[in-house]
Structures are given as structure tokens and as C-alpha cells.
């Protein structure tokens, strides 16, 4: 190969190569940045997200929970009792009506009560969703006769940790497994329980105590928290959704300063090969040629460049003593022949 292609490709391939490793680190480097940026925003509005969907269950509860007071209070007032029996809730459907609500995604309320009686953890559910039809038998029985110790243990202790107080029940909350009915296949779903309790008592004519009035709801993790998640306000899709167009745009902008810089890359080649081949490969040329009439015997013929400091004067310079000598050594053998 000659020497222009060579010192061409040298440059070509110091030029571009270290180029295009830059242009990929920082791409790869912006990607990554971005992934890692979009990953925590995730996650942090997730836990964010998920702490207001707790509280928004809880107030949901405590809200529900003073409505459902002030109805009985008034209720008891109305009838002029002192005290409410189970029954006397269960067959009133404006209190049914007031207990039992939908809302958020696929969400629900319910009443109970709750308390123990000779010892004995009671609860029973006095309004709720699902407790229609024919099975509005199983209102105001004791969920322990319903085997929800065993079908529902993780549910049945929640309901039954609002009576480790009897004297003053407080607020309970936590997270319980629930096989959803809506769907076919058999799936254990995260749910958030909040049970609030009310300061009112009814009695129960079969446990045959006394009874704390206490309002419950909850809500799917792939139901209220999901609708939330997939709200177009969500602010975690849209910081996400500005960061993916962000690092868009800069990668564009990167491939752009890239073929920019690869453009005078390009011109810079071709200005060092026309230098290249102006100031060496041309001048090379020409002292080989010199040197070629020089060995076919012109020992006139004028050596160049001889005037340049770099190496190739050099060159012409050592050329040039050699014609000489040449020329020198001609004339003494023509005089030795004469």
C-alpha cells in the first residue's frame, strides 16, 4: 500500500474509532442514567402512592364510621331505645343501605360488631355487599360459625383484633389475602383492611352480649391503588413519560453532534491527504525519480527540496552528495582513461 492510503487509514481509524466509542458510552451512559431515574421515580411514587391509598382507606372507614353513629343515635332517639338489638340494624334497610356502599375502583364498606362475650371473641356482620340474596341468611351470625378462622384466617384475625380492647376498641388496619369472585382462576390478592369502631353498642340476641358497632372497608392493590397507578394524572407516568422524552431528545441531540463531528472528521481526512500528498508523497515522488535518472547515469540532473528542514530535505541533501560523489568519481575515472 502507498504511503497517502496508509497515513489516511491511520487517520480515519484515530479519528473515528475513539468518535464512535465516546458516541456510544454516552449514549449507553444516558440510557442507563435515564432507566435508573425513571426506575426510582417509579418506586417512590409507588410507595407514595401506596401510603394514599391507606390513608385513603382509613379515612374511608373513620368517615363512614361517624355516619353510621349519627344514624343509629338518631335512630335510638327515634324509637325512644336505649340500646339497639343486631336485628333491629339488620332489618333496617336505610341502615343497610348507609353500611353497605361502593366506591373507588371495585371497592366496599361494611358494618359489623364485635366484642367478647363470656370470654368468647364475637364478631358478626351486620350489613355488607355481598351478603344478599341467599346469603342474607348469614347476617349477624357469628363468622366463627362461618369457618372463616379457617377459609379467611388472615381476614377473621383482623376482624377479631378490634375486641383486644373491649373497654375502648380502637382502629385496626393491615393487609389480608382475598380470593377475588369476580375472576375465574383462583388467585390470592393483596388487600388493605381498615376497621373503625363506633362508641356505640348494640346487643346481640344470640351471643347474648353486647356488641361495639364497628364500620370496615378495603381496597385491592391491583384495584384502588392500580386505578390510581393508571390515572393519566399520575405524576410518576408523566415524570417517567417527560424523562423518556428527555433522554430521547439528548440522544438525538447526541447522533446529531456526532455526524457533525464525523463531517469534519471527513473534511479533516481529506485536507491531511491533499496536505499529505502536496508536502510528502508528492516530493518523495520526485526525489526518486531524481534518483532513478541519477543511477541511469544523469549526473546533472538537479536534486529538490534540498532547501527543507524536515526529513525530507534530509533526504535530498544526502541524495545530492551522493551525485557528486558519483560525479567526482566519473571524472577521475574519464582522467584515468585518457
Known sequence: MKLTPQIVLIVVVASLVPLSVLGYLTIAGMTSSAEEAKQGVTTVSQEYLTKAGEEAVRMKAQDLALAVQTYIEAKMKLENKTMLTTFDLIQDPKFRSLGAQRWGAKEYTWVGAGNKVAGRDVAVILTHPAFTGQYEKYLGVDV?????????????????????????PKPVCGYYHWDDPETPEKEEIPKYLCHYPTTIKVYDPISKGQLWVVVGTSAYIDGYFQYLTQNPANPAENIASEISKSVEGAIQQVYYALGIAAAIAIVFVIVLAVFTTSTITRPIIELSNTADKIAEGNLEAEVPHQNRADEIGILAKSIERLRRSLKVAMESLEEALK
Open 144 to 168: 366463627a360459625m362461618l369457618r372463616w378462622n379457617e377459609t379467611m384466617p388472615e381476614l377473621y384475625n383482623l376482624l377479631l383484633k378490634i375486641t383486644e380492647n373491649p373497654e375502648a
